[in-house]
C-alpha cells in the first residue's frame, strides 16, 4: 500500500521561505527499484500544475516560475520528500500535493497524468 502524507504548509508573506515535507510508504524508498516523485500545485480555479519532480537517481525538473527558488530532495533515511520554498510569491498560493509514479521506466515528468499515488495535500498562503 503506497501512502503519502504532507506536510508544512502555512501562512507566509511575499519574500518568505516554507519546507513541505512528503512522508512516503517506506516501500519507495527502501526498494531498489527506480522510482519518481513529484509536487504539484492546484489553485482555485485553475488545473493541477507540477512545480518539482525527482526521480530515484537524482534527476530533477522544474517549472519554469519556481526555477532557482525551489527545491526539492529525498530524504532516502526518512522516507521523506522535501520541497524547500524560497522567495515566495502570492502566485505560488495553493494546496500543493505530493505524487509518486512507480511505473518501471518512470520519469521526472511533471504532468498530473503520469503519477499514480497522490497525497491529500497541504495549503500554502502567500500574502503581498
Known amino acids: 500500500q503506497v501512502r503519502l502524507v504532507e506536510s508544512g504548509g502555512g501562512s507566509v508573506q511575499s519574500g518568505g521561505s516554507l519546507r513541505l515535507s512528503c512522508a512516503a510508504s517506506g516501500y519507495i524508498f527502501s526498494s531498489h527499484r527506480r522510482f519518481c516523485m513529484g509536487w504539484f500545485r492546484q489553485a482555485p480555479g485553475k488545473e493541477r500544475e507540477g512545480v518539482a519532480a525527482i526521480r530515484s537517481d537524482g534527476s530533477s525538473r522544474y517549472a519554469d516560475s519556481v526555477q532557482g527558488r525551489f527545491i526539492i530532495s529525498p530524504d532516502n533515511a526518512k522516507n521523506t520528500l522535501y520541497l524547500e520554498m524560497n522567495n515566495l510569491k502570492p502566485e505560488d498560493t495553493a494546496m500543493y500535493y505530493c505524487?509518486?509514479?512507480?511505473?518501471?521506466?518512470?520519469?521526472?515528468?511533471?504532468?498530473?497524468?503520469?503519477?499514480?499515488?497522490w497525497g491529500q495535500g497541504t495549503q500554502v498562503t502567500v500574502s503581498a
Open positions: 505524487a509518486a509514479d512507480l511505473s518501471l521506466w518512470c520519469v521526472q515528468g511533471l504532468e498530473p497524468s503520469r503519477y499514480q499515488y
